[in-house]
């Protein structure tokens, strides 16, 4: 992996087009964090690689203070056109430019665990966070419809080395116990899942940022055929497409 290649990737990959899909489809994960770190209002709240902002929006709506921060400019300006009242900062997750115990939780919704160095970037976070206070963050777990997706357009594209969705060992829940355990005297691992709606996910067809960017750069590559072709294994029995994530929680000791 060459991990300045894969941040760049990153950033070309989030500001390729529209994310407000991928960004409403992800809500349900945002709220389960905000719910696990029990956001009280007048907390300060730290939204790292934000997205949208999806975090900081609903910390804001229960009267919290909420900052947010992306390796993307764009995101940013995204985000602070979304939620009124946030603090909006270009920032990567392994070096965040924020005073120690600065935050009462630090929260990342899919965004922290892709960060080419995981031991570094979950330092970052438990650095951030004031003691006693919570770190929390999702991940796409092995077996899972996106974990498998990501997998498989790895195997195709023609530098996988700098693929913006590494295998970075997240998705086993141990693993990513054993990374906050360093940091956390307890550690909670919880198994959710998400529902992808078609009509939400694929709103804004070629204009979405991972089909233009899979249009532009994995030339031959059929990301629609290749979702397709997971789908079925991930599909409950009332024909919806579930895709599995995990929890991981800590208090900061």
């Known amino acids: 992996m060459d991990a300045d290649a894969v941040k760049r990737a990153q950033v070309e990959f989030y500001e ?3 994310y ?23 907390q300060r709240v730290l939204d790292v690689a934000a997205g949208d902002g999806n975090i900081a929006e609903i910390v804001v709506r229960r009267g919290g203070a909420a900052a947010a921060c992306d390796i993307s400019h764009l995101q940013v300006c995204r985000m602070l056109a979304r939620v009124p009242g946030a603090v909006g900062i270009v920032a990567d997750v392994e070096a965040l430019p924020f005073p120690d115990a600065m935050y009462d939780a630090v929260l990342s919704a899919f965004g922290a665990v892709a960060a080419p160095d995981p031991d570094q970037a979950v330092a970052e976070l438990f650095r951030v966070c004031r003691p006693g206070g919570t770190v929390a963050l999702t991940a796409w777990p092995d077996g899972g419809f996106m974990a498998e997706l990501a997998a498989a357009l790895r195997a195709r594209v023609p530098a996988p080395e700098s693929f913006p969705d590494q295998d ?6 141990e693993n990513a116990r054993a990374r906050f355990a360093r940091h956390a005297p307890h550690v909670q691992v919880e198994r959710h899942s ?7 996910r694929g709103k804004h067809g070629p204009d979405d940022f991972a089909a233009r960017y899979a249009a532009e750069r994995f030339t031959g590559i059929d990301l629609a055929e290749v979702r397709a072709d ?12 579930r895709a599995d994530y995990l929890v991981v929680a800590g208090q900061r000791g």
């Open 20 to 42: 407000d899909a991928l960004a409403a489809t992800l809500l349900p994960a945002a709220q389960q964090l905000v719910e696990v770190a029990a956001v009280a209002p007048g």
């Open 194 to 200: 998400l529902i992808i709606d078609p009509a939400v």
């Open 230 to 241: 997971l789908a079925h294994r991930h599909t409950d029995t009332d024909g919806r497409l």
């Open 168 to 173: 970075l060992g997240w998705g086993d829940a």
């Open 16 to 18: 390729a087009g529209h």
